[in-house]
């Protein structure tokens, strides 16, 4: 069975950065996609991020891209999300999720295995 272990979460000021990890275990020859979902409350799941596992194809959601980076490490079975310059807006909490194929990457749907999420709070 995949399984997927957010950390990194935390609380910073506007204009900082921070850094979320995604370790993933279980049937790590499996996954192929892997992408960074975010949820504020009483708000509906928002695409963040996507990569191909081998590196070659990333995705942004419109209101981080130029800020957030994905990144991934084969070696160590990680999946990274560098967020620079971070808003207020950018306050929720955030899943890691993955499979072995999808049809859209920024389809929450398509994504059968999900991290128990991090949370993430901007403050002005």
């Known amino acids: 069975q995949v399984s997927l272990i957010e950390s990194g979460g935390g609380s910073m000021q506007a204009g900082g950065s921070l850094r979320l990890s995604c370790k993933v275990s279980?049937?790590?020859?499996?996954?192929?996609?892997m992408a960074w979902f975010r949820q504020a409350p009483n708000k509906e799941r928002e695409f963040v991020a996507g990569i191909h596992w081998s590196g070659r194809r990333t995705y942004y959601g419109d209101a981080v891209k130029g800020r957030f980076t994905i990144s991934r490490d084969s070696a160590k079975n990680m999946a990274a999300l560098q967020m620079s310059s971070l808003e207020p807006e950018d306050t929720a909490i955030y899943y890691c999720?993955?499979?072995?194929?999808?049809?859209?990457?920024?389809?929450?749907?398509?994504?059968?295995?999900w991290g128990q999420g991090t949370q993430v709070t901007v403050s002005s």
């Open positions: 279980g049937g790590t020859g499996l996954i192929w996609y």
């Open positions: 999720a993955a499979d072995q194929n999808i049809n859209t990457y920024t389809n929450a749907g398509d994504y059968d295995y």
